[in-house]
Every structure is written in C-alpha cells, then in structure tokens.
C-alpha cells in the first residue's frame, strides 16, 4: 500500500492519511515538492496542498456560469464544489474561491429559484440563469443551501447570506417541519397556482401539499446544518429542535444489525442504504 499525505500550510492542522493499493514502492523516488519516507509497512508521498488542489480548483473556477452555479439547463443547485471553495479559502484566502462563491449565491439567492415570498428555494430552474424554476421544495435541496448560506455568512462576513440561510428556516421551520415530534417531511409539492398569486392572496389560501415521509438520510442533513445554523445564529432553541429531530429518527429507525431504516412514514421501512449510515 502507499499513504498519500496531505501537507497543510504552516500553522494548519494535519488533514491525516488517505492510503489506496496497489503501488510499486520501488518506483518511488522524491521529485519537486514530494518528500517519500517509509512509515512502517507503508510509504508516505508528501505533497503540498497548494499544488494537490490547484488543479480541481482550476477546474472548478473555471465553469462556473455568469449567473452562478454549475451547468446547463436544466439547472441545480450543486453545492459540493461551492463547499469546497469555501473550506479552501479558509486556509488560503485565495480571492478567487471567495469571488466564485459569491457569484453562485448571489445568483441563486436572489433569482427565481429563490420563494421571495415563503422563504426557501426551488429544486431546479428550467434554465441556466435559474429561471422558469421547478416549484417543488425538497428537503435535502435547502439543507445543503442552509449549510452553504450560513458557512459563506460566517467565513466571508456577507450579511446577506445570513438572511438568505434565515428564509430557508422559514419555510423548513414552518413548512416541513413537525413541531412537536420533530423531524422533517420531505418535500412541499410544486403549485404553479399558489406561486403565482400575490403575497396577501397566499397567505389567504392553503399552502402546497406536504410529503408525510420522513427521509433518514435528507433528515441528518437538515439536523447537521440546523446545528451549525443553531451556532452561528446563536439560537439555543433551533439546537435542541435539531436534536429532537435526530433522537427521534434514530429511535423510530435504528435495528441492531440493520442500521437505519431510509424512511419514516407510519413505520420504518427499506433497510441497508449507505447514504442513510453516514
């Protein structure tokens, strides 16, 4: 096997041993920045981060649209590589990450994807520049923009962005979520008529149908970035709704020896997806 060490910047925290096989150790010989040591049964590549990730970073910075975000019509909400610019620059300050997380929440936050008037956002826009959205509000969509907003508020002092991750506790506080047992539907179904109407004739009417079904895997979601926004909002109340939520879901859905059931609606059921473990 070979280790491939991560070397952080000075004064950053070791980012530890990814290890992966086969390899041929004989091959190995320092070249540029590497530094090759033997660690036991293992060899170590040291490389510095700078030049481990300027390549992905590159790449990244480079498709991100005029509007912000990633891809052609239609378009969503990919917030992973955003994620990434963000914890990079953490530890870099590199100005181009800050610049393209800006640019796609910016573009994102305030567009049609956005509900200006019930807070949230949309699955996906029709097009590139996020019009023509698809009204559907998903759970798993909002948590990872929530996660997304608060982070960029805290990291790049952006006021704004803390409003924007505000209105997504809007509508999963009020829309989505049970206040009393905890835990989070799904999703809140699509209604062009609703959407269309004034802000006085909405809250005049009914809202959008909810899904039931609590989702084990888009629940830990919304709870991880619940907690984060509990602590950066200082909201002692939202922490303990999160951790509500997440008691409930794991004492409605774990089996010893089968993990955590994928969904919650009336009963547990479906067993063995990873993405619900993690």
Request: hydrophobic share 45%.
């Given at each position: 096997?070979?280790a491939?060490?991560?070397?952080?910047?000075?004064g950053?925290a070791d980012p530890g041993?990814i290890?992966?096989?086969?390899?041929?150790?004989?091959s190995?010989?320092?070249s540029g920045?590497?530094?090759?040591?033997?660690?036991?049964?293992?060899?170590?590549?040291?490389?510095?981060?700078?030049?481990?990730?300027?390549g992905?970073?590159?790449?990244?910075?480079g498709?991100?649209?005029?509007?912000?975000g990633?891809?052609?019509?239609?378009?969503?909400p990919?917030?992973?590589?955003?994620?990434?610019?963000l914890d990079?620059?953490?530890e870099?300050e590199d100005q181009r990450?800050a610049?393209?997380?800006?640019v796609s929440?910016d573009?994102m936050g305030?567009?049609?994807?956005?509900?200006?008037?019930?807070?949230?956002?949309f699955?996906c826009a029709?097009?590139r520049?996020?019009?023509q959205?698809?009204?559907?509000?998903?759970?798993?969509?909002?948590?990872?923009?929530?996660?997304?907003?608060?982070?960029?508020s805290e990291t790049?002092?952006?006021?704004r962005?803390?409003e924007?991750?505000?209105?997504v506790?809007?509508?999963t506080q009020?829309?989505l979520?049970?206040?009393?047992?905890?835990?989070?539907s799904?999703?809140?179904?699509?209604?062009?008529?609703?959407?269309?109407?004034?802000?006085?004739?909405r809250?005049a009417g009914?809202?959008?149908?909810?899904d039931g079904?609590?989702?084990?895997?888009?629940?830990?979601?919304?709870?991880?970035a619940?907690?984060r926004a509990?602590?950066?909002m200082d909201?002692?109340?939202?922490?303990?709704?999160a951790?509500?939520?997440?008691e409930?879901?794991?004492v409605?859905?774990?089996?010893?020896g089968?993990?955590?059931?994928h969904?919650?609606?009336g009963?547990?059921?479906?067993?063995?997806?990873?993405?619900d473990?993690?």
């Open positions: 096997t070979i491939l060490k991560l070397v952080p910047p000075a950053a041993v290890r992966f096989s086969p390899f041929a150790p004989d190995v010989e320092p920045p590497q530094r090759v040591t033997r660690d036991g049964g293992a060899y170590v590549v040291a490389l510095p981060v700078a030049t481990t990730l300027a992905p970073l590159d790449r990244i910075a498709v991100v649209t005029a509007a912000g990633f891809g052609t019509a239609p378009k969503f990919l917030i992973a590589p955003l994620q990434l610019a990079i620059y953490r870099t990450l610049h393209l997380v800006e929440l573009g305030w567009s049609e994807l956005h509900d200006d008037v019930d807070g949230g956002f699955r029709a097009t520049d996020w019009k959205p698809r009204q559907e509000k998903l759970l798993d969509v909002n948590a990872s923009l929530l996660r997304i907003y608060v982070e960029a790049l002092r952006i006021a962005y803390r924007r991750a505000e209105d506790l809007r509508v009020t829309s979520a049970d206040a009393v047992d905890g835990g989070w799904g999703s809140q179904q699509a209604d062009r008529a609703y959407h269309a109407r004034t802000a006085d004739e809250r009914g809202a959008p149908t909810v079904a609590l989702y084990a895997g888009w629940n830990a979601q919304m709870v991880s619940t907690l509990a602590e950066v909201d002692t109340a939202l922490g303990g709704f951790l509500k939520s997440l409930r879901l794991v409605a859905c774990y089996r010893p089968a993990g955590i059931a969904c919650l609606d009963s547990a059921s479906v067993r063995g997806l990873l993405d473990q993690i």
